[in-house]
Each structure stands twice: as structure tokens, then as C-alpha cells.
């Protein structure tokens, strides 16, 4: 029992959400999902030598081996 009361309003919400018009502000909403920029949005110096490993975008974190590539080509 009580389960119509909480399904009632969830149906209320969502016909509102739902024919409610809104004009909305995705200028504000970009900033509310950034965050605060305490440092100027500048990499902290403990992080930067992390933040140059990881800016190639080409280099996918593995060591090229290609030893390994050979030695299972070989051995088929």
C-alpha cells in the first residue's frame, strides 16, 4: 500500500518536466559542470610532467614491442 501516492507524484513530475517549456542556459550549465577554476584552469606543477605523458594523443600507453609481434608470427 502507499505505492499509488509516490507513483502519483512521480507522473506529476514527469508532466511537468515533460510539457514545462524552458529556455535553458547552457553557458551556466557548462560552468556548473567545470567547476570552479581556482588556478586559471593551469595544471597544477605537481601534475604537469603526468598531463605531458598522457598529451599524445597517438601513444597508447603500451611500449612498442615488436619483438613480441615477430616471436608470435614466427612460432605459428
Do not use: C
Not at 577554476?37 to 598529451?55: C, F, H, M, Q, V
Request: glycine residues 10%; charged residues 45%.
Amino acid at each position: 500500500m502507499g505505492r499509488g501516492r509516490a507513483k502519483a507524484k512521480q507522473t506529476k513530475v514527469a508532466r511537468e518536466l515533460k510539457y514545462r517549456s524552458v529556455d535553458t542556459d547552457f553557458a551556466s550549465l557548462e560552468r556548473e559542470l567545470r567547476g570552479p577554476e581556482t588556478n586559471g584552469g593551469r595544471i597544477p606543477d605537481a601534475y604537469a610532467d603526468l598531463a605531458d605523458d598522457y598529451s599524445d594523443p597517438d601513444d597508447d600507453g603500451y611500449a612498442d614491442d615488436d619483438d613480441d609481434e615477430e616471436d608470435a608470427a614466427g612460432s605459428r
